[in-house]
């Protein structure tokens, strides 16, 4: 029998079936929705302690599409040094893409430069203040300088702690603020290129951020180390 009417109800069991298919529609796209930072920004720093006490600090901030994450340290007849890189990524997503209020998760491909992954885990931490997109420092020391005198660059420029036995830090000391970290181990199996996906909700949810800032971590002892983990197709998605 052809439908020639429809009462106020009908109507109004109608909308309400299409608000409930629409309303898991949009929840579905949400879920596989994928944002990709539109700027990411890579921090290369490096201090230098020489002979006769002298001291070297830099740090350059560029933006990047990929980067290679390292933290390092060794020591030769000359002197020791800290090299340090690490990959800021502002959170702005436009809306419908991810919700920073929900379950969040970040995936990336990893890779190996020289050193095995075994050797290295991912560290993410969430930062209040966003960096400027492009910053070169350099401080250049003089001979006995004393404690007072020792600059240092910004604090995104620092080397994050190390859990090794004897870790030793530079005169500027750990970087502050990144305790509150998640961290991903990796593997030999990861050398060649292997896809991960790590979950940031609790960096994220509730928090009033302006970016994520990820590391390499040493995970091998020793009195020298040297992480470095080759890092590209970042992605943010929720769970």
């Not at 390092?72 to 997503?93: E, H, I, K, R």
Request: glycine share 6%; charged share 15%; aromatic share 8%.
């Amino acid at each position: 029998k052809a439908l020639t009417s429809c009462s106020d109800d009908d109507l109004t069991m109608a909308k309400v079936a299409l608000s409930y298919v629409l309303l898991h529609l949009c929840l579905a796209m949400l879920a596989t929705a994928k944002y990709v930072p539109e700027l990411t920004m890579q921090t290369d720093a490096f201090f230098y302690v020489g002979t006769y006490d002298s001291e070297t600090a830099r740090c350059d901030v560029t933006t990047v599409n990929s980067t290679t994450l390292q933290h390092a340290f060794s020591v030769g007849a000359g002197g020791g040094g800290w090299s340090y890189t690490s990959l800021m990524m502002v959170l702005n997503p436009p809306e419908g893409e991810v919700d920073l209020d929900q379950p969040l998760a970040l995936s990336f491909t990893v890779q190996k430069k020289y050193q095995d992954l075994s050797c290295a885990s991912i560290r993410i931490a969430g930062v209040t203040d966003a960096p400027p997109d492009s910053l070169s420092y350099k401080s250049t020391g003089t001979m006995h300088r004393t404690q007072s005198q020792l600059a240092c660059p910004p604090q995104y420029c620092r080397v994050p702690a190390v859990d090794l036995d004897g870790g030793s830090e530079n005169w500027c000391g750990w970087a502050q603020g990144l305790e509150n970290f998640v961290e991903y181990p990796l593997t030999n199996d990861m050398n060649d290129g292997s896809t991960v996906s790590v979950n940031v909700t609790k960096l994220t949810m509730g928090a009033e951020l302006s970016m994520l800032q990820m590391w390499a971590n040493p995970t091998c002892q020793g009195s020298f180390w040297d992480a470095e983990v080759v890092l590209t197709e970042l992605a943010f998605e929720n769970i």
